[in-house]
């Protein structure tokens, strides 16, 4: 299964609850939709 660890931006396949690299709690990875909402406020920030 494919985790994401939000400390070092990287993502693992692995069935652990923590980063291998840094011991932060792994969550799920965006799915497109959450992806695609992300960037978009990202950039309407950016242009604020």
């Known amino acids: 299964m494919i985790k994401y ?3 070092c931006y990287t993502e693992f396949e692995t069935e ?4 291998p690299q840094c011991g932060t709690r792994l ?3 965006f ?3 959450e992806a695609d909402e ?3 406020l990202l950039l309407n920030e950016i242009r604020a």
């Not at 652990?16 to 980063?19: A, E, Q, S």
């Open 5 to 7: 660890c939000p400390a």
């Open 16 to 19: 652990d609850l923590v980063c």
């Open 27 to 29: 969550e799920d990875p």
């Open 38 to 40: 992300m960037l978009e």
């Open 31 to 33: 799915t497109e939709d």
